[in-house]
Nanobody
Framework: QLQLVESGGGLVQPGGSLRLSCAAS????????IGWFRQAPGKEREGVSCISSSGGGTNYAGSVKGRFTISRDNAKNTVYLQMNSLKPEDTADYYC?????????????????WGQGTQVTVSS
């Protein structure tokens, strides 16, 4: 079964950090770009960051640039999203997804595999 599984979400205070993981099973991530998306209650899903298959190219939404870092370890078949200086407005369900490329458009139809999401809550 081909699937992506996110982990690492939780409750954190403003200014804190979390690292999300996106692990693949049933297929290798080597040939896929990976994107992170988030969806807050009552809002549309938005692209947060993506990384190319080689890891040589990355993109960040303006709202997270300078605070979030995406990386990948193809040997572990895993992509990470390090989130620092978290703000209450970062509260959302976070999803990873696989696509052919990372061009910063975050067009959801370009993403062929999706995880089930992990919840991030930033609150004091």
């Amino acid at each position: 079964q081909l699937q992506l599984v996110e982990s690492g979400g939780g409750l954190v205070q403003p200014g804190g950090s979390l690292r999300l993981s996106c692990a693949a099973s049933g297929f290798t991530l080597d040939y896929y770009a990976i994107g992170w998306f988030r969806q807050a209650p009552g809002k549309e899903r938005e692209g947060v960051s993506c990384i190319s298959s080689s890891g040589g190219g990355t993109n960040y939404a303006g709202s997270v640039k300078g605070r979030f870092t995406i990386s990948r370890d193809n040997a572990k078949n895993t992509v990470y999203l390090q989130m620092n200086s978290l703000k209450p407005e970062d509260t959302a369900d976070y999803y990873c997804a696989a696509a052919r490329g990372c061009d910063g458009s975050y067009y959801v139809d370009d993403y062929v595999y999706w995880g089930q999401g992990t919840q991030v809550t930033v609150s004091s």
